[in-house]
């Protein structure tokens, strides 16, 4: 019991700092937060729709099929294009008033979970390298262990993708229009630039 103890510990360490990381799911959970304060935790339950099959896929032993160049050349491009789009979106809707119930910030977080999750190399990647170690290891602790470990992990992106959207839905009323546009007008740009070096890297190497 200790064990299994000390390894979530682990696990959840290890999590929130990846939860944490900037990236383009952070940038999409403060603009769909911007009207919708749950919109973190239901793009938290479209992550895991990608996420608990993943880590399946992975400890059955087939994350070479999911883990080839090819593959990931292929996400990555799917992903640098959708993060493009959210981007072009977001800067359209900018220009009409914040309070407006726009096209963007109205759309289902939980679908962008999902697509974001599932066209992020860089997601994949991490399971395939800190993820599978963390999963293999849980497997070996048990049953118990191994469904303890995705509902830590989970956690941690769902307390974090919340805490971000609930943050961005009071900045949205405490903050005036131009100001908040600001904020928003940096998340286009980050999507934009995280959507363009998702292209590039599946294209260059």
């Not at 919708?36 to 099959?53: R, T, W």
């Not at 048990?142 to 769902?158: K, N, P, R, S, Y």
Request: aromatic share 14%; with cysteine.
């Amino acid at each position: 019991m200790v064990e299994i103890i000390v390894f979530l510990g682990t696990v959840l360490i290890i999590s929130c700092s990846g939860a944490m990381a900037p990236g383009p799911v952070t940038a999409a959970a403060i603009t769909l937060g911007a009207r919708n304060k749950y919109a973190g935790v239901f793009f938290a339950l479209g992550h895991a729709l990608i996420e608990v099959p993943l880590i399946l896929i992975i400890v059955f032993g087939f994350e070479k099929i999911i883990g080839s160049e090819k593959v990931l050349d292929i996400i990555g491009f799917v992903g640098g294009l959708f993060l493009l789009w959210m981007a072009f979106g977001l800067y359209r809707d900018i220009k009409s008033p914040v309070n407006a119930n726009n096209k963007l910030c109205s759309s289902n977080p939980t679908f962008a979970g999902v697509i974001l999750s599932a066209t992020n190399p860089y997601f994949l990647l991490w399971w395939l390298t800190i993820g599978i170690k963390l999963a293999s290891s849980a497997r070996e602790l048990g049953v118990i262990a191994f469904i303890l470990f995705i509902l830590v992990h989970w956690l941690c992106d769902l307390v974090w993708l919340g805490l971000l959207s609930f943050a961005s839905f009071k900045g949205a009323k405490v903050m005036g229009d131009s100001t908040f546009k600001i904020i928003l007008g940096i998340c286009a740009i980050a999507l934009a630039g995280f959507g363009g070096y998702f292209i590039y890297d599946s294209i260059v190497k």
